[in-house]
């Protein structure tokens, strides 16, 4: 028959047009879930933003450590980072978890995996499509909160220098860059957790115990990293150097731990991916 | 504090970080191995007699030896700091022996399980007890030999440990190189301080020292005393001398002049005591003091170090500064001899970080690497942490992460070396009056000594007392400015008494007013033959506390001089000074130096790090290409009579892990423009089948062909496939028009292959399809799911329990549908448990329980196998029609519950009825008597 090519395939269908971004992308963006972390993401600094206003008046000089929080209210640029500080340790991870995690296992959950994949979109193709949907809705997030930090943080503290915690300025044009920076090594740092979720995501059918396994196995290693025993151990946990990019707030630049965090991990997310592809390749799709 | 575990595995930095990458994942049993490695070295323990006399004492010592079989190595002897003990440096023991030395350590006489007392690093006690332990390394086989009784041996060792290394090689020419951190060159300048006198010098920290005067550092000397005078163990067993508790002295024999030495001088000798007892009490340097710390500095015979010296001083030093390194630097460099020097962040104030450690570590070992092996690798250039605006090293303001190293090829002003370049800050600021307290208090608070500098723990402010201190700014600062050593600056004092205590202090103050004091360090300032008329001043040079320490631009530099400093002895007195600038333009000479810092290969390393990245990527790329075309070859291999069997299966079983089979030696065909039914039970393993054909399962054995395609998980061929199985697979959050409309999308086939209009009609949702899917009821999803699976007409449908949860109306229009799609040439698979749904429907049947195939062929071939027929007829026509009937060859009718039942056994059906109606019988019912179920049931029973 003419319509058919010399593979078996039906004329028009080729693997590599199968499930292209733009078309993952359309299915997740009408989901509930990508509204809801959006809405966070928007919601986060407003709340902060007022919560901050609000303990304004009173006596705010009672902690003596230096941190970033002391210097929130700086500028907009300072508020940024002090969003970042305080998303870093859960609020970001919950949301890379979330759009890994949640790639794989609600289709299976849906029942939608199997006409994906008799489409056929070719398993390796579909959790690579997949993996990038949620690399950039997850970076998308983490933009979006950077970006209302800066434009709300900026209304509401002016559009200052940043002043880091040590009393050192870093004029706008400077601390835009750094701040890409900082954006750039926290969206490779999460990667960890994403592709942990990722991995999980693809041998449950349980979105919630993708997302969930890998926040908690995250949140362990964060508590045995408080046990000094383990002493240069915990130089190795997936979650260290996760506060890393404060370096960059230092003049001139600490690149050491960021460039360690950097390689970790990306092998790490590497390691975690494979094992995620393995597990699809060779899986019985039972779902 | 995270304690490194003492071992040579080197944390510092990413490049180290890169080279254990690919280990990573087997990082765990490194952990492990590594101790392992070390557990080759061996140990021996001995008491080593030293000493004669009086003075003879025993040395409790423990030799390192590295892995057996080894050939002879040089030695190394590690010296304890003050308070220690060998075992104190048992782990740098440890990690030498790994690198391969002969580690010999000893706890110095008075410390440890050594007997004597303690002799301050005297010439004539600890060093010539160096000599003997390097007499016992001069007779081992297994430590390389320079000469007759002359072994191959380095020295180092930390503060009290670092001066016998400096003196042991003045006073031993046999030692080949030594390695002494964090200490002195003269005890006489580090406890009785005065930063008084010519400056600047070509080297950073060349720190000036007035002479025959200073401020005695109280606390630190109360300290350093404190450790050596504690009695240990028994006071009882030290007056008695015998280890015996049944020979106790009875109290009559204690002779009460021991008593009172044991109390008040512990372990020290008679010597040292009574020279501290009289400082503490004086706080004045006389000639007996300074003569038993002469003894005990480098200082004097520096002239005699021949061994190639490397010095390690800390940063946070409040006791030993960077200064007295200096003074080392340069009195050994005079002779001509190799020194490097080496600045970390860390001191007697405060720990080194593990990394530092570790880095510190290495340093020594390749410094005796290369002057004991004659191995490369050791370089005689500077290092020192990178400057920062922090007040302490690694406490304040970071929340993680380590320091970086500066490097510079040498140490400014040594040997040929240019010399350090200083640049001036102007200062401004008027005279002012300074008042000493009476009885020297209140004072200021700086640092307390082995705690850090304070500024750490009160949050970056030292306490100074108002109206006790002179401040002189700097404007702003245009750029920062990195200041690496000690800063000069002149003043000008003047006091009624002629004398004063004075302490000069450089701030750093931020644009918002807060100041830090780098370090906590100060510089005492012991003035005498001053000028008691304020108008006409006696002119002083200072050298500031040499700190490593980045003024950011913006901060302002704070000269104060105040008179008080809780750290030092200060005087009773009440007195006023007057404390001014030199010269209105005075300048504050800031000494400052270039490096290459560690990261300078940062920039480097991060394109490396992209390019290794795009390289992985290009080579991933490269390879899934190769893959594809290789499996494109695979699939094209095509049975000849695919097109006319669009599914066979051939001996096809699946079971799983857990031992189940679902399948077990499966084999039909499906021909074109059949409508085939999959009969079964629940369990029977239909769907699992469907699955497997879809690609979604892999079968256990056997193979499956689509259009003469192999059908594996992705195999182009699916493409000409539409199916339904077990769910709907919808997404909830989506119209049915989005989901069709995605789904279309997602095979990335041209739109208008889709016939969505066709599918759509298939549906009949009507406005429906534009609501959430997760507002439908099960059959409107139902629908939608099967015109998802009809999009693109495909040529094998597979439906699995299509009608489940349909109305009768739509199952009969979904009959219709399957029915005329097939007439087009297409072939459709439907699977059922309920027997009338494929009866009605389906042209072919193959049926199926346990995983088996029981029967298969047309349905009326399974329907019609029996041939009886159930007949209708008027109860009085009833025995006439068995009469007809039974007329006819070998049939034989008969009542049943049912009714009247004829068994044809081969008589056509349509001559049966037609003898009846013949005979004038009036039909009403003419039905084969033996339907799919029963049929079903009956193969399904026999299995």
């Known amino acids: 028959m003419n319509h058919v090519q010399v593979n078996g395939a039906v004329a028009g269908y080729r693997p590599s047009r199968t499930l292209r971004l733009t078309v993952e992308l359309r299915r997740q963006f009408a989901r509930r879930r990508t509204f809801g972390v959006v809405a966070l993401m928007v919601a986060l600094p407003l709340l902060l933003i007022a919560a901050l206003k609000l303990g304004a008046s009173e006596d705010a000089g009672e902690n003596n450590r230096i941190n970033l929080v002391d210097v929130a209210t700086a500028s907009g640029l300072n508020f940024t980072l002090f969003v970042l500080f305080a998303t870093t340790g859960f609020f970001l991870v919950v949301v890379y978890a979330l759009f890994f995690g949640d790639t794989v296992a609600s289709e299976a959950q849906w029942g939608a995996l199997r006409y994906t994949l008799a489409t056929p979109v070719p398993r390796m193709r579909l959790l690579r499509q997949k993996w990038l949907a949620a690399l950039v809705l997850s970076v998308g997030a983490l933009l979006t909160l950077t970006a209302v930090s800066v434009l709300a943080g900026s209304v509401a503290f002016g559009f200052g220098a940043i002043e880091t915690p040590v009393g050192v300025t870093l004029a706008q044009g400077e601390g835009f860059l750094r701040l890409a920076g900082m954006l750039g090594y926290l969206a490779v740092h999460l990667l960890v957790v994403g592709t942990l979720a990722f991995w999980f995501s693809t041998i449950t059918d349980a979105p919630l115990a993708a997302v969930g396994g890998a926040v908690f196995t995250m949140f362990v290693f964060a508590i045995l990293e408080q046990v000094e025993q383990l002493g240069s151990l915990r130089d190795w946990f997936p979650t260290a150097g996760e506060f890393a990019w404060t370096d960059l707030l230092q003049t001139p630049v600490a690149d050491g731990d960021l460039f360690r965090g950097v390689i970790q991990s990306l092998v790490y997310a590497a390691v975690f991916t494979a094992l995620g592809f393995r597990a699809f390749a060779r899986r019985d799709v039972t779902s | ?943």
């Open chain 2, 1 to 943: 504090m995270r304690r490194s575990r003492g071992l040579v595995r080197p944390r510092s930095g990413a490049r180290r970080a890169l080279a254990v990458l690919l280990p990573l994942l087997v990082a765990a049993p490194l952990l492990v191995a590594a101790p392992a490695a070390a557990a080759d070295v061996r140990t021996e323990d001995a008491r080593i007699p030293a000493g004669s006399g009086a003075d003879a004492v025993e040395l409790d010592t423990t030799l390192f030896l590295p892995a057996d079989g080894e050939p002879p190595a040089p030695a190394v002897v590690l010296a304890h700091g003050f308070g220690g003990s060998k075992d104190s440096v048992a782990d740098e023991a440890r990690a030498l022996a790994g690198r391969g030395y002969v580690v010999l350590t000893f706890s110095a006489r008075g410390f440890g399980r050594s007997t004597g007392s303690i002799g301050l690093d005297d010439p004539r006690y600890e060093v010539a007890d160096l000599s003997a332990l390097i007499d016992v390394l001069a007779e081992r086989d297994d430590v390389v030999q320079d000469g007759d009784g002359d072994p191959r041996v380095g020295v180092a060792g930390a503060s009290y440990g670092g001066a016998l290394a400096l003196l042991g090689a003045a006073y031993d020419q046999r030692i080949d190189a030594i390695a002494p951190q964090i200490t002195w060159n003269s005890l006489t300048s580090a406890l009785f301080p005065s930063q008084v006198g010519e400056t600047p010098g070509a080297t950073p920290a060349d720190t000036a020292q007035a002479a025959g005067a200073g401020v005695y550092k109280r606390l630190w000397s109360g300290l350093f005393f404190g450790l050596g005078a504690a009695p240990s163990g028994d006071l009882l067993d030290l007056l008695g001398g015998a280890a015996g508790r049944d020979d106790r002295p009875a109290p009559a024999d204690v002779d009460v002049e021991d008593v009172t030495s044991a109390l008040t001088c512990g372990r020290f000798s008679a010597e040292v005591c009574a020279a501290y007892e009289a400082a503490a009490s004086g706080a004045e340097l006389t000639p007996e003091i300074a003569a038993v710390l002469d003894r005990a500095s480098p200082a004097g015979v520096l002239d005699r170090i021949t061994a190639p010296t490397l010095l390690i001083q800390g940063t946070q030093d409040s006791l030993f500064g960077l200064g007295q390194a200096d003074a080392n630097a340069r009195g050994i460099a005079a002779n001509g001899t190799d020194v490097a020097v080496v600045w970390y962040a860390g001191g007697h104030d405060a720990p080194a970080s593990d990394q530092d450690t570790a880095a510190l570590r290495n340093r020594v070992g390749d410094w005796f690497d290369a002057h004991l092996r004659g191995r490369d690798g050791a370089t005689s250039s500077f290092e020192f942490p990178a400057p920062t605006g922090l007040g302490t090293a690694g406490t304040v303001g970071r929340v993680q992460g380590g320091t970086r190293t500066v490097t510079a090829e040498r140490y400014p002003g040594l040997d040929g070396a240019d010399p350090v370049r200083r640049t001036g800050i102007e200062l401004s600021g008027t005279v002012q009056p300074v008042v000493n307290p009476a009885g020297g208090t209140p004072a200021a608070l700086t640092t307390v000594p082995g705690l850090g500098a304070l500024t750490a723990a009160l949050g970056g402010s030292t306490l100074e007392i108002p109206g006790q201190s002179a401040s002189f700014e700097s404007a702003p600062l245009q750029d920062a400015v990195e200041v690496v050593g000690a800063a000069t600056v002149e003043l000008a004092v003047s006091s009624a008494g002629g004398s004063a205590t004075l302490f000069a202090k450089l701030y750093d103050v931020g644009p918002d007013g807060t100041a830090t004091l780098p370090a906590g360090l100060v510089a005492p300032l012991a003035l005498t033959g001053l000028s008691a008329d304020p108008a006409a001043p006696t002119r002083v040079g200072v050298t500031l506390p040499a700190i490593v320490h980045r003024f950011e631009a913006g901060h302002t530099m704070r000269l104060v001089v105040s008179t008080t400093d809780q750290g030092f002895a200060l005087p009773v007195e009440p007195a006023v000074h007057s404390i001014a600038l030199a010269d209105p333009t005075t300048v504050l000479d800031v000494p400052q130096v270039e490096g290459r810092t560690e990261a300078a290969g940062g920039a480097t390393r991060w394109w490396l790090l992209l390019a290794g990245l795009v390289a992985l990527a290009l080579l991933g790329w490269g390879a899934a290409l190769l893959i594809g075309r290789r499996r494109d070859r695979q699939l094209s291999a095509v049975q000849p009579d695919g097109e006319d069997v669009p599914l066979r299966f051939e001996g096809v079983t699946k079971a799983y892990k857990d031992g189940f089979v679902a399948v077990r030696d499966l084999s039909f065909e499906v021909r074109r423009g059949q409508v085939l039914g999959l009969l079964g039970p629940n369990g029977a393993g239909k769907t699992t089948s469907l699955r497997m054909l879809m690609g979604l399962i892999r079968p256990t054995e056997g193979r499956i062909s689509v259009f003469g395609h192999a059908a594996r998980p992705g195999a182009p061929v699916l493409s000409r496939l539409g199916s339904f199985v077990e769910g709907t697979g919808l997404l909830p959050h989506l119209s049915g028009r989005e989901n069709l409309r995605l789904y279309w999308a997602a095979t990335g086939r041209p739109a208008e292959d889709a016939h969505m209009e066709e599918a759509i009609e298939v549906a009949g949702l009507g406005a429906a399809l534009d609501r959430p899917v997760r507002r439908y009821s099960q059959g409107m999803r139902q629908r939608v799911a099967i015109a998802q699976a009809m999009l693109g007409l495909p040529d094998l449908l597979v439906l699995d329990e299509p009608t489940n949860g349909l109305d009768p109306p739509q199952i009969h229009a979904m009959r219709e549908v399957l029915r005329s799609y097939a007439a087009t040439g297409r072939t459709v698979i439907v699977s059922s448990h309920l027997l009338s749904e494929i009866e009605q429907t389906c042209s072919h049947v193959v049926v199926m329980a346990k995983g088996q195939k029981i029967a298969q062929g047309t349905v009326e071939e399974i329907v019609g196998a029996g041939g009886a027929v159930l007949l209708g007829v008027a109860e009085a026509d009833t025995d006439r029609a068995i009469a007809v009937l039974e007329g006819l060859p070998g049939v034989t009718a008969g009542r049943t519950d049912d009714g009247l039942v004829a068994e044809l056994e081969g008589v056509p059906r349509a001559e049966a009825l037609r003898a009846l109606v013949d005979a004038g019988i009036a039909v009403d019912q003419f039905t084969p008597r033996r339907r799919l179920e029963d049929a079903f049931l009956a193969l399904v029973g026999e299995s």
